[in-house]
């Protein structure tokens, strides 16, 4: 009984210096920040991109940034992505509100007390205020892969280890996966796949977006050219181009609670490009796949483990015409 | 000092430029499409050709848009530098394309208002709102008819409704992603959808213009040169600002808030044909169609494959004018 005492007692005062222990972090802007070598009270001015990946890390949040939107939760504040793949609330959880991404209340923040502030790379305006409240760190939401943003992440709140658990998990379930389609596939540069969408009044095309485009690249599909040669992430194409993203697959995203409903993102396709479905061979051979796009959007191996499983489903197992047969 | 003496050989002159242009439009294009293709788009019509769909779908959609929005936008600017004898006076400068553009948006976000139909009748609420709001303002103000108060005036309603319009894009932001290029100003294919419920008030307004111009060149004068010629001043500005606001109203809603087209044609047609509103607002109404036809050929092509918004190009083409005309104004 004395000894267990005693190593309860070490594992405490352990925890309890991990939490105090501080060390050098680089962040994305290149800002070199004292942060706790194990964050026990973390804001996140992210919710798809920050909180949905602290969330399933199990790191301690106790605020991050929301939306209002009169037809979702009641038109409550939710986080954007850890609502839709966790159905994480603020009322369900001990993480509060703390304004908008884009406007975030540093009131409400500094009376968090908080030990670590996230601040995604295009909110770093306010970064200064942000530090004299906590040690922050910016991350950089389009300029790296999925995986590393994830790390980056991971290792700014000190939950390497649960990352590197779920990464092999995520790992094993990739590799059956990529064994599965040289099986029944062959080589899978063979096949591609355009990411493409209509929104409003532009025709968007994506080299980078999400879960939806790392999967498709972990898996070793190849992209249109005029896709894979877009320097950044994303392109606004002319209508009249949209032959250039002839692919075997067209992947679109939808989100229906935020008025993009299915039916809605191919009437959008109808408006702008005329005659669209007729001329891709995509949509033409109901190879046309939609995603929910919240869940994808959600930083996370959850999400990647779903988009695999809808690749799998929609790509590698079925039956499809290939390009140019 | 004008171009023609005798205006009426600018009208065919300007037509004729108008036809060519259009050609033009339809021929060139983010995607090359041979001359033979062209022709057969239109007497031997393939939905399966997409380059056949790319000039009947796409190119001719867009250029009756440019066209009939070009027109409006140039004769509601032409109107409103008449009545108010200001030269910088525009649609935009004024605030009504702010006004239009946050009453769609007001009517789109709270009160669900989102089948096309209406898009027109929000818009020209918007837009009389606000314009309505600019005269008070500068009217309570000392000297409020010189061009820089009524500038100012318009100014700061327009810089409080984007305010608002962008307040209200915080609040919903992904729904919101679809009025973004809108916002900015964009001909698109889908322009024309939109069309059959403009084009009554876009007529209507055209027409209204035409038959007050005579009134609008004795008001061009002044209000007591006007009332000399037996023109009832007041009535007469109350018409003349319904039929700019509905013009501004069916502009926007057809392709979001375009500035600049309504300061800078209106100029370069007193160029032309001189000060004399029987022609400025036919010709203007040409001009416009004509200066927003090469504005979109060059949103298309400039950065092809990529596509600008027209509004940034209209912008680029304004601005420089715009402080050109303040310079010799204020």
Redesign the interface.
């Known amino acids: 009984m004395k000894y267990l005492l005693i190593a309860l007692a070490l594992i405490c005062s352990n925890s309890v210096v991990l939490a105090d222990q501080t060390r050098l972090f680089v962040d994305g802007q290149g800002h070199e920040v004292r942060i706790p070598i194990k964050a026990k009270r973390i804001v996140s001015l992210r919710g798809e991109q920050f909180t949905a990946p602290l969330i399933e890390l199990g790191a301690p949040i106790v605020g991050s940034t929301g939306?209002?939107?009169e037809a979702i939760h009641d038109g409550k504040p939710f986080i954007r992505g850890a609502h839709d793949l966790f159905h994480t609330t603020f009322e369900g959880s001990d993480i509060a509100f703390v304004g908008?991404?884009?406007?975030p209340d540093i009131e409400a923040i500094a009376a968090l007390k908080p030990d670590l502030i996230l601040v995604p790379d295009f909110a770093s305006d306010s970064y200064d205020q942000l530090s004299a409240i906590a040690p922050s760190v910016v991350i950089n939401i389009w300029s790296n892969s999925a995986r590393e943003r994830y790390r980056r992440i991971a290792d700014a709140v000190g939950r390497l280890d649960r990352f590197q658990k779920l990464e092999a998990t995520f790992d094993f379930r990739l590799a059956r996966a990529k064994a599965l389609t040289e099986k029944l596939l062959g080589d899978p540069s063979k096949i591609s796949v355009a990411i493409a969408e209509v929104?409003?009044?532009?025709f968007r095309v994506y080299k980078n977006y999400g879960a939806m485009s790392y999967i498709l690249k972990e898996m070793g599909f190849s992209r249109p050219d005029?896709i894979e040669n877009i320097d950044g992430d994303r392109?606004?194409?002319?209508?009249?181009?949209?032959?250039?993203i002839d692919a075997d697959f067209l992947v679109s995203s939808y989100?229906d609670h935020?008025?993009?409903p299915p039916a809605d993102l191919r009437a959008n396709w109808d408006?702008?490009?005329?005659?669209w479905h007729?001329?891709l061979h995509a949509p033409r051979n109901n190879q046309h796949i939609l995603i929910d796009r919240e869940p994808m959007r959600a930083l996370s191996f959850r999400s990647m483990e779903e988009i695999l499983a809808i690749y799998l489903a929609n790509i590698v197992t079925r039956d499809f015409k290939r390009l140019g047969e | 000092m004008r171009l023609f003496t005798n205006p009426v050989h600018a009208l065919p002159l300007i037509f004729g430029l108008l036809i060519v242009v259009a050609l033009l439009h339809l021929g060139f294009?983010?995607?090359p499409v041979a001359l033979s293709t062209i022709l057969q788009a239109f007497h031997s019509f393939d939905?399966?050709n997409?380059d056949h769909?790319?000039i009947r779908?796409?190119r001719v959609p867009r250029m009756i848009a440019a066209i009939c929005v070009g027109a409006a936008l140039s004769v509601a600017g032409a109107l409103m530098q008449g009545v108010t004898r200001n030269p910088l006076a525009d649609p935009g400068l004024l605030a009504l394309m702010s006004g239009a553009a946050f009453g769609v948006v007001v009517g789109s976000s709270f009160l669900g208002i989102e089948a096309d139909i209406w898009m027109p009748a929000l818009a020209a609420a918007g837009a009389l709102a606000a314009a309505c709001l600019v005269t008070i303002i500068a009217l309570f103000a000392p000297s409020g008819r010189s061009p820089a108060v009524l500038l100012l005036s318009g100014a700061a309603v327009s810089a409080f409704l984007n305010a608002m319009t962008s307040g209200i894009n915080?609040?919903?932001?992904?729904?919101f992603?679809?009025?973004?290029?809108?916002l900015s100003g964009?001909i698109?294919?889908?322009a024309l959808?939109m069309l059959p419920y403009a084009a009554p008030w876009l007529i209507g307004g055209l027409l209204l213009a035409l038959g007050s111009a005579r009134q609008v060149t004795a008001l061009s004068m002044g209000h007591e040169a006007a009332t000399g010629l037996g023109v009832n001043a007041t009535s007469l500005s109350i018409r003349l600002l319904l039929c700019t606001v509905v013009l501004t109203a069916s502009a926007v809603a057809m392709v979001g808030p375009l500035g600049f087209v309504g300061l800078v044609v209106p100029h370069a047609t007193r160029l032309l044909v001189g000060s004399d509103y029987r022609w400025i607002i036919p010709c203007s109404a040409l001009v416009g169609a004509l200066f927003l036809l090469m504005v979109d050929l060059a949103a298309?092509m400039v950065l092809?494959?990529?596509?600008i918004a027209t509004g940034v190009v209209t912008t680029f083409l304004g601005a420089p004018l715009f402080v050109l005309l303040v310079r010799r104004v204020l």
């Open positions: 939306l209002v939107q908008a991404p884009k406007q929104r409003g009044k532009r005029i392109l606004d194409l002319s209508p009249e181009q949209v032959q250039a989100a935020f008025g993009q408006n702008l490009i005329p005659g007729l001329v | 294009g983010a995607k939905l399966q997409f769909v790319i779908q796409m915080l609040l919903n932001e992904e729904s992603s679809t009025f973004r290029v809108w964009a698109t294919t889908d959808h298309r092809a494959p990529v596509e």
